[in-house]
């Protein structure tokens, strides 16, 4: 079984930048996307940003232009930079990595932005 271990959150500041590390306890093959979820108090669980097997990236709108996912497959390692942070940001963030026969999730590492 793989396990997925979430790092790099905590408070910051409005306008303030963080950058989360998802690392795999193993490489995993026959990956079809990896991406970061969040879920804030009394909200449901939304997609922020995914990478595919093949590099492509998409962004939730709420998130454009500020946050950047990214990947070291020699590290088995996914990152996402977030900047520009804003309250609304505040979330426990998940990293999520998916194949034909398998859904991996991390157990979420809480941002909170504000002053």
């Known amino acids: 079984q793989v396990q997925l271990v979430e790092s790099g959150g905590g408070l910051v500041q409005p306008g303030g930048s963080l950058r989360l590390s998802c690392a795999a306890s193993?490489?995993?093959?026959?990956?079809?996307?990896m991406g970061w979820y969040r879920q804030a108090p009394g909200k449901q669980r939304e997609l922020v940003a995914v990478?595919?097997?093949?590099?492509?990236?998409n962004y939730a709108d709420s998130v454009k232009g500020r946050f950047i996912i990214s990947r070291d497959n020699a590290k088995n390692t996914m990152y996402l930079q977030m900047n520009s942070l804003k309250p609304e940001d505040t979330a426990i963030y998940y990293c999520?990595?998916?194949?034909?026969?398998?859904?991996?999730w991390g157990q979420g590492t809480q941002v909170t932005v504000s002053s």
């Open positions: 999520n990595i998916k194949g034909y026969a398998f859904d991996f």
């Open positions: 193993k490489r995993i093959f026959s990956i079809n996307a």
């Open positions: 990478i595919t097997s093949v590099g492509s990236t």
